[in-house]
Structure formats: C-alpha cells, structure tokens
C-alpha cells in the first residue's frame, strides 16, 4: 500500500520532507558537539567558547528555518496524495455508477472519502518521512558513537534498534482487540446517530429515556472495551521510556567508568552525554507519529478497496444519431445480487421510435428494474437491451447515458444555486434556454419568486425545495439535456393536487417526439400513452391501450378498481 | 421556521476553556491522578538526567570507580520509575478520556431529548447529530493527550528552576525570561489560530458536502454526464483545504520556530551564565553539566505541550458546540409534575391559538378555533405553510402557543407533564423513522411490554403484516439504513402498526406526500380508516381521497380558517390554486 501511496512524482516531495527532518536532526547533532566541547574548554579552565555560541546559534536559526518549511511542505506532500486519491476513489465511485452505491451505507462511503483519506495527513505528511529521517538520523548518530566507543555505541544500537521494533511486536498482539474495538466503535457511531435522528419519534412514543439508558448501556460497555485496549497501548510509552531511560544510563555508566579506567577522553565523555539524548529524540518523533497515524492502515485499505472495484466493461461504438431510436428489450432476465427471486425473468418489449410506453403494475413487480438496466445502472443477468439497434454495453457509459434523460421521484438537489442544479447536464446553457425550459416545466414562476431567483442557494445546506418543486426542476433539467431517449419514473408521484395538471401539460411537453418510458403509480397519469405495459414478478401480463386494457377486465381493469375504491 | 444558529460566543481564552473543564464532571479525580503521574514522569526525567550529568561530571574532574558508584545506582534505581509514570499518566488519562467521552454522549443525548424536535425540525438529514456525535470525538485529544500535559508545563518548569536556583541562584534568573516568554507563545498568534481553525472546519465541510452530493447525487451525475465537472469540483474543494492547511502550517510553523528558538536562547543563556559562575569560581565543576542538562530538560513539558497545543483551536471549537447545546433552552417547559386528576375526555379544542416561531418572525397562525369531537376525524387542508404542521405541533406540545390555548378534555396541554400529554396522543408523521433495530420493536415502540402477537395483530390491522412475513427473516428483520430496503408505503404502514399499538385515544396522521404506488394507497386508506375508527383523529391531508373520507374539512390559508365543512359542501375554489 505504501508503493501506491507513494507516487513517482510524490517520492521526490516526501524525500524533501525527511530531508527537512534529517536537517533538524543534523543541527540537534550538532549543537550537542558543540556544547560538549564548550563544556570540556571550560573543564580545561579556558573560556573560549564564543565561536562555539555563535555556532549553536546559527545551527538554531537554521533548525528553525527547516522546521518552518516542514510545516508547510508536510501538507503539500500529503495534499497532493489526498486529491489524487479523492479522484481516485470517486472517480472509481461514479465509474460504478448507483447499482453499486446502492449496495454501501452511504455514511461508510462518505466517511472513507472525507475522513478515511485525510489520514493521509498523518501517515504520508508525518510518519512516513519521519519513519525514513529516523532510520537514517538514528543509524549515522548510533555510527559516531560507534566509533566512539564500541561498547557504548552497542548499548545505544541495542536500544535504537529494540524502539521501532516495540509497536511491530505490539501490533501483532493488538491487532485482533483493536479490530474489535473498531467494530464496536463504528457501532456505537451508527446507534448514537439512529437515536438522535430519530429522537422525535423515539420523544413522540415516550420511548426516549428507555433507548437513552439503552445507549448509555451501550457506551459504558464499550469505555470498558476501549480502556482494556488502551491498557495494552499505553504500554508502550512506558516500554519506550523504559529503553531510553535504560539506554541513556547504562551509556553515562559505562561511559564514565572507561573514562575513570583511562579508556576515553573526558571530550569523548562530553560528546556521548549529550549525543545519546540525540540518538532516542528521532525515535521518540517517530513513536509520537506512529500514534497519530494509527487508524490511516485500516481507513486507507478502505479507500483502496473501492478504487479496486472493477468497473463495468464499456464498448467503443457510437451512439446512433437522428431522430428518436427504438428501444428494446429481448429476453432480459435480472436477479439482484443476495436477491433468490428474479426480478425481471425473460422480460421482452419493444417500444418503436418516438412511441410512448407506459409501465404500471404494483410494488416489486420490475418496473424500476427496467428503468436501471436500460441505464446500465446494472448488467442485465440475461438478454440483450439495445437502442436504435445497438446493444447498451457495446456503447461506452457516457454515450449511452447521453442519450436518454431521467425524471424521477426523488430527485436529488446539488449544493449550489438552482441554475446550477438546472444547467446539471449542460452547462453552457444560455440563461434565455434556462428560462424556456423552466417556463416548459412550470418552474420559472416558484424560481423567480426564491430570494435570489435563479441564484438562489439550494441543497442539503441552501433552501429546501418542496417535493413538487423538486420535480419541476427534474423536468426543467430533462428538458435541458434534451436527449432522444425519456424515462419517467413515476414523475408525478410528489405533486400535490393542485400543480398535478400543469406537470402534465410539462411532461407532456417534454415526452413529445421522444422514445418515452414511463413508468406510473397513478393511472391518470398514464391514459395518454400509446401503450400500457402490465407488469407482474418481474414479466408483462398485458399489454394494449388504456380502453382496450379496461375492456379486457384483466390485471390493469383491477389496478384501476383499487385506484379508484382508494380515490 | 428558522433553525436557531449554533455557534460558540467568542471570549477569552481562560474563559473558552471552561466549558471543556465543565464537562469533566465526576471523573474529576481520575484526570487528577494522571495529571500528578505526569507532573511525577516529568520530575523523573530531570532528576535523572541531571544524576546522569552528574556522574559524567564527576568521572570528568577524575572521580575513582568507587566514586561513581552512587551515582550508577541512583540512576539504575530512577529506571523503573522512569518506565511507570508515563505509562500510569497515559493510562489514567485514557480512562478518564473515555469515561467522560461517554458522560458526554449521555448529555448530548439528553439535550437531544429537551430540545427535539422543535430546536432541531429544520435539521432534517440529521447532520446537527453527525456533528454533535464527531464533536464529542474531537474531545479525546484533549482529555487523554492534552490536559494533563498542561499542568505538567506549569508546574515542572517551576521545580526545574528551583532545582537551578538551588545550585546557584544566578541560573535561575538565567533561565526565567525565556521561559516566560516561551509560555507567551500561543497568545502570539491566537488570532490567527482561531480564524485558521475555523476556516479548516469550514474547508472540511465543504469538502464533505461535495462528498455527499458525489455519493448521494450518484445517479443524476452520471446520468447527466456531469461526473467529470463533480471531480473538478472536488478537486476545487481539495485545493481550498490545502490553502487553509498551509495557513494553518504557518502559522504553526513560526510558533514552532519559536518556541524551539526561545529553548536554545535558555540553553545558552544558562550555559554562558555557568562558564562565568564556573571560571569565577562561583559554581563547582561538578555542577556545570548538571546546569547545562537540567536547562535543556526544563523545556521538555513545555515543548510537549505546544506541539498539542496547536491543535487545540479546534477542540475548543467542538467543546464550543457542545456546551452551546447542552445549555440551549428547552422550547417547551413542563410547569406542573402531574396531569389533572380524573379521565381525560379526547376533545381537542383550539381555541383563538395564534402562534409565531420567533419574535421577529410573522405568525405562523392566527386567532385559530376549532374542535375535533372524541372519535371525530378532522383533516386540515391548505397550501405548504398554511399553518396545518403547525398546528399539529401544538397539539403534541413540540412549541407552546403564542396566544390563546390548545385544550384537551377542556384542560390546557401545558397543563399536563409533556409525558402524560404523549401518552394521550399518538403520532404517523410523514417521514418516518424506522430504526436500526427489528421491525418487531419498531412497531412495538411505544409499549415495549406488547406481545409478539399483539405486534403482529397490529401490523394486520395496518395492512404491513403480508410484507413483513415476506421479508427475509420476517418480524425480526432489522431495516437498512434509513429503513431504506422498505417502500415509502410500507414505511408508512409500519408507523401506523406502532401508532395502533401504542392505542392512544388522540391520533395525527401526518399523511404521506410521495412513494405510493396504487395498491399502496387502497391499502394505506385502510389502515388510516382503522386507525381512526373511535379516535379524536387530526389528519394533515394532502390527497384528495383523505379529503372525501373525513368527517370534517378545515380550510387554512396564510394561517387563518378559510373554510369549515365536509369535502363535498365545501366550495371546490378553497382548494384550487392561486
């Protein structure tokens, strides 16, 4: 994972980081040198240290200034990592279009894109450039000790080199405790969100306090959890300190008795005093950053799983152009994955240029299935689609999705103004189309009467939009993208009453001179059409036109009696 | 309706701390026991380092082995020690952290409850709760890495320059000034600090919402061809955050620079002093290095702070948000602690209610009189914002009337425990919350003593038994997230399955706008028409069906009656558009 992170063009920036650092370390290095040799000049009696003074200050002004650019190429290393692997990932996430959305929590996927790769920061802009300055940092001071002293510089080596073995040692332990505790961590996450989006319900059933001390049930068990964990990680602060404090004394010891048996010089004393601290400071950054890093290996194999999903096969031949095509569907056969039961089994109908084909039956019966694999939102199980004669998957995604403009029931608003939410499918749109197409959808009049019309923020954190304004919006973009292939999906389901015939008349606007699917709740909506399409498990039980249906007094003359017994 | 800003009041530093301090509650002598751990590892630390530079010293002037030997095992004696207290300090400090953390959640959760969800309706994708559940996250860091660090960079320095003072007085004076102003350091740049860090919090939610709108908008972005324009978008939202990350990293980088100067001006500003006091004979050899090591260790809890410390704009941003929430005012009070004695008899009367969200809003209704005969059923009818939730809202207390009264049984609903008062009223609200936990308890919510039977008898009466049996494990089958594997309509049945059980004499229907297909809607008409039989029923009408079906028709426009009668002798002009 670490090579994938690491770009060829990232390398460089991270070995810039660690160079930053090695720097750092190199003046620490060296202020050490130069205040043992003040203090061995004034063991001698002399006080010539002022060149020595001047010289940890200059080495000072220096570590400051790398410590200043570390700051800031930190983040650009790590920036550049995070954007790359947010287009990436979402990239990868549109590639795989709502077939696979469908399938996650939205939260996980969410929090993988927001938080999972700013954990970047932590691994790539800190851990990883310290990992490399302190493996070199450590090994060059460890060296000079070395040559120091053998035994002394041994001691040191031992103990520098026990250090980055620690969490090695205690990852292995850990790592089942700490996916558990992971687990009971994301759970404790999902209920404390369920309760509190819930709560006015939970308030309105007098069962708030009851699922309140539920919680607090859940949250003491897991701070147990979490304190057990924490119990065993802490550990290895105090096995780090143990190992400096350990280090840092048996070199002083044996240091001095050498130096009283006449082996080393009271300078080369002087010089293993303040280089040992120097030897174990890299080491302690290092653990610091190991810390902070802890949850980047699990949140970045999220990421990494998405970006490896496969992404559907697509074909190179172009769409047919000129005038609305045929769409057919030839023995198309789908079961949902983890679904037994077929949601459309050997479904068959061929829906002429320009016609317009209206699709009812009750809940399950495939009608929205139709509607996602024509799209591609899914691969039909069995079967072909084609449009104007070309099968869906010889044609690439976007060709395909060019072709055809949706009008659903939930249709989502982007975070932006309204004539960003209309121009959604093309953007270069004039503002005299805008309006031509929000006058067609019945949409101009609300538009206009926003605070800031067609400016108007709208989105999770703008405006809210009614449910049949939303619609009228969809409209207003389906005219816009004005594309030769329509599917309606149950378009006036959200209309209150009172708007219901001018979406009609829009839809109706929109639907002309295109190859039109309608798929309808409410019969009203579909008496126009050339053709209704029965719809029953996942096959067509009838087919002909509105009257014709009715005389038959088969499936459809029993939908329409339970619309009318509700109406 | 407008959503009450939450947004921390702006005041001192000191005075921004204390709600961080307030949340602490009982675990206070936890945080206590790390904090003297820490000031313990601290003092552990010098004291050793200072023995070692001793024993160094020692074997410089020409100590004998014999000598040394003291020194050797005083410092071997400090290594247990020097293991112990971090680990007990980090230890403590965790527990603690993670008690409080989940003190914290319970009063969230609490204030959840108080405010919900009158101070919350305009919330509706639940993101206040995301916030407030990553808000207590942020919380960790400071009470398991930060707080306790604090206090061991008060107090250590304090003994390290007695420990100075002890070997010379002039050391000690030496080594104050940067000291101090080492401590002076964060109040530099705080203004910086806190515009920086609110700007990244800004920049991250952005980044977010462009997430969202990538994950959730999924289908209309590939449908319209717009994927690439959503990445460049992402891409904008990635350069934004790192600009914020680079101010951020300035800053800091200079306070870093800083404080890692002043360390070194304390260094050399002991050593000089020391040579003098040695090579005038005022200090012993022996003590030089002992000086030089003590200074340069003095700095160490200081240091560990400031590198926390720089983070610590955002943890004060989240405790921020939290307190803010946990003392925001209820919108709703209780004023007695028991119902008025005797059975309550179901009529609901408004009598002249007129209502407004706010002081500087218009009224949401006015002079509103109505009442709704036990077993009655009453539908208000109007445009969006007519004031038909409105009124619903009052009934079920989530906003006490701005004039006038609601009444019930002839007795004001503030005049009722708001416990006692939800007993009498049950509740299908549009959208409806189904919760991660088996549709057998989602139905049997609000009496969690019903049986299975009486659960199932429920759902038959709601018409959702058929689709429930159907599920994969029936009854026990838990509702994906945001119940979103079940239908708008099945949704709907399951709500009046609970509604049904809970058996409330007063009912309001809060009808359904979208997602119902044409058996749906038979079988929703139904299950209301059960729910409602020998029910005070309010129902909040957006169907023409529901209109015919109900006994009464209440007209609102722009918050006034405009009309009262049943469905057909009403004018058909009072529900046409204008």
């Given at each position: 994972m670490i090579v994938r992170l690491l770009t060829p063009g990232v390398r460089w920036r991270m070995a810039g980081v660690a160079g930053l650092l090695l720097a750092v370390t190199a003046t620490y290095v060296g202020q050490g040198l130069l205040v043992a040799h003040i203090l061995a000049t004034v063991f001698a009696g002399r006080m010539d240290i002022v060149w020595q003074l001047a010289g940890v200050a200059v080495l000072q002004v220096a570590r400051s200034g790398a410590l200043v650019l570390r700051e800031t190429a930190a983040p650009r290393l790590s920036g550049a990592v995070k954007a790359d692997l947010r287009q990436r990932m979402a990239g990868r996430m549109l590639a795989l279009g709502p077939g696979w959305a469908q399938r996650g929590r939205t939260g996980a996927t969410q929090s993988s894109l927001v938080d999972g790769i700013e954990t970047v920061d932590a691994y790539v802009g800190r851990f990883l450039p310290q990992l490399v300055a302190t493996i070199i940092g450590a090994v060059g001071v460890t060296a000079y000790i070395f040559v120091l002293d053998p035994l002394v510089g041994g001691v040191v080596l031992a103990c520098a080199v026990a250090l980055p073995l620690l969490p090695l040692f205690s990852d292995r332990v850990l790592r089942g405790r700490n996916a558990a505790w992971f687990t009971a961590y994301k759970r404790l996450y999902a209920e404390n969100l369920d309760a509190l989006q819930g709560m006015a319900t939970l308030k309105a059933f007098n069962a708030s306090r009851r699922r309140g001390a539920e919680l607090a049930g859940v949250a003491e068990r897991f701070s147990r959890d979490s304190i057990r964990l924490m119990a065993v990680v802490v550990l290895y602060v105090g096995g780090v300190a143990f190992v400096v404090g350990l280090g840092t004394a048996v070199a002083l010891g044996a240091g001095s008795l050498r130096l009283a048996a006449g082996e080393l010089t009271p300078t080369e004393l002087l010089i293993i005093l303040m280089l040992t601290a120097e030897c174990f400071r890299p080491l302690r950054d290092l653990q610091a950053a190991y810390h902070a890093s802890y949850n980047a290996v699990p949140s970045l194999k999220a990421v990494f799983e998405v970006i490896d999903t496969p992404a559907p096969p697509e074909g190179t031949v172009p769409a047919r152009t000129g005038g609305p095509p045929a769409v057919t569907f030839e023995d198309v056969s789908h079961t949902y994955r983890?679904?037994?039961?077929?949601?459309?089994?050997?479904f068959s109908l061929h829906v002429a240029p320009g016609e317009r084909v209206a699709l009812v039956g009750r809940s399950g019966a495939g009608k929205t299935t139709v509607a996602s694999l024509l799209l591609r939102f899914f691969d039909a199980t069995g079967g072909r689609i084609t449009i104007g004669g070309r099968d869906?998957?010889?044609?690439s995604l976007a060709e395909l999705r060019a072709q055809i403009a949706v009008v659903s029931q939930d249709t989502y608003l982007f975070h932006g103004t309204v004539r960003h939410n209309l121009t959604l499918a093309k953007p270069d749109a004039t503002d005299a189309e805008l309006h031509a197409a929000a006058r067609a959808a019945r949409a101009h009049d609300f538009i206009t009467a926003l605070p800031q019309g067609y400016d108007t923020v709208v989105g999770e954190r703008g405006m809210k939009l009614s449910g049949g304004e939303r619609q009228r919006i969809a409209i207003a973009r389906a005219l816009l993208k004005d594309a030769p292939v329509l599917i309606l999906d149950e378009a006036t389901a959200s209309v209150d009453v009172a708007n219901e015939s001018g979406i009609q008349q829009a839809l109706d606007t929109l639907a002309g001179g295109r190859t039109t699917l309608m798929i309808a709740?409410?019969?009203?909506?579909?008496?126009?059409?050339?053709r209704v399409v029965v719809m029953d498990a996942g096959r067509v039980v009838e087919a002909g036109d509105h009257t014709g249906l009715l005389a038959r007094r088969g499936a459809y003359a029993r939908l329409v009696a339970a619309q009318e017994g509700a109406a | 309706m407008t959503a009450v800003a939450v947004t921390p009041p702006r005041t001192s530093p000191s005075r921004r701390l204390r709600p961080l301090l307030g949340l602490v509650g009982r675990h206070r002598p936890l945080l206590v026991a790390a904090a003297i751990s820490g000031i313990a590892h601290h003092l552990v630390v010098l004291a050793s380092a200072g023995t070692g530079a001793w024993v160094v010293s020692r074997a410089v002037t020409g100590a004998s082995v014999d000598d040394l030997r003291g020194g050797v095992i005083a410092l071997a004696a400090l290594l247990p020690l020097l293991a112990l207290t971090p680990w007990l300090e980090s230890y403590l400090a965790h527990v603690a952290a993670y008690r409080v953390l989940a003190d914290v959640r319970g009063q969230v959760y609490d204030a959840f409850e108080r405010l919900s969800p009158g101070y919350l309706m305009e919330r509706r994708s639940g993101d206040l709760g995301a916030a407030a559940v990553s808000d207590v996250e942020q919380l960790e860091s400071w009470f398991a890495h930060t707080l306790s660090p604090l206090v061991s960079a008060v107090t250590v320095p304090v003994a390290a320059l007695t420990a100075l003072g002890v070997l010379h007085p002039g050391l000690a004076v030496a080594l104050a000034p940067p000291l101090v102003l080492l401590a002076t350091v964060p109040s530099w740049l705080r203004r910086h600090a806190e515009a920086h860090g609110a700007e990244l919090r800004a920049r991250i939610g952005e980044l977010s919402a462009e997430a969202v709108d990538t994950i959730q908008g999924v289908r209309e972005l590939v449908t319209s061809g717009a994927g690439e324009r959503q990445l460049q978008r992402l891409r904008e939202q990635d350069r934004l955050l790192l600009d914020a990350k680079l101010a951020h990293g300035r800053r800091s980088g200079a306070e870093h620079a800083a404080t890692n100067a002043l360390t070194v001006v304390g260094l050399l500003s002991v050593l000089v002093t020391a040579a003098v006091l040695v090579n005038g004979g005022g200090l012993p050899h022996a003590y030089f290095p002992v000086a030089v090591v003590l200074a340069a260790t003095t700095f160490a809890p200081v240091i560990a702070v400031t590198d926390v410390a720089r983070d610590l704009n955002l943890v004060i941003a989240a405790a921020g948000r939290i307190t803010t929430l946990l003392h925001a005012p209820a919108p709703v009070t209780d004023r007695v602690t028991a119902p008025p004695p005797g059975p309550v008899i179901p009529r609901v009367t408004f009598d002249r209610v007129t209502f407004r969200y706010a002081p500087h809003l218009p009224d949401a209704v006015t002079g509103v009189t109505f009442a709704i005969e036990p077993g009655e059923t009453v539908a208000l009818a109007g445009h969006s914002g007519a004031g038909k939730s409105t009124c619903a809202a009052l009934l079920t207390r989530m906003w006490d009337v701005t004039g006038g009264a609601v009444r019930i049984g002839g007795h004001d609903v503030r005049d009722f425990p708001q416990e006692d008062l939800r007993r009498l009223i049950t509740l299908v609200p549009q959208d409806v919350h189904l919760f991660t936990i088996p549709i057998r308890d989602n139905i049997r919510l609000g009496r969690p003593g019903a049986t299975d039977s009486e659960v199932e008898a429920a759902a038959r009466a709601a018409r959702a038994h058929d689709f429930i049996a159907a599920l994969p494990d029936g009854y026990a089958t838990v509702p994906g997230e945001l119940g979103a594997h079940l239908s708008g309509g099945q949704r709907q049945r399951v709500a009046i399955a609970r509604a049904l059980l809970k058996d409330a004499p007063i009912l309001i229907l809060d009808e359904a706008?979208?997602?119902?297909?044409t058996e749906s809607e038979h079988e929703i008409n139904t299950a209301m028409a059960e729910a409602s039989r020998d029910r005070t029923t309010l129902v909040i009408a957006h169907r023409p069906s529901t209109l015919r079906t109900a006994d009464r028709v209440i007209v609102l426009d722009g918050g006034h009656i405009a009309g009262t009668g049943t469905f057909t002798s009403l004018t058909t002009s009072a529900l046409r558009p204008r």
């Open positions: 983890e679904r037994g039961r077929a949601a459309l089994a050997r869906v998957r010889e044609m709740h409410r019969l009203s909506t579909v008496r126009d059409a050339d | 706008v979208s997602h119902l297909d």
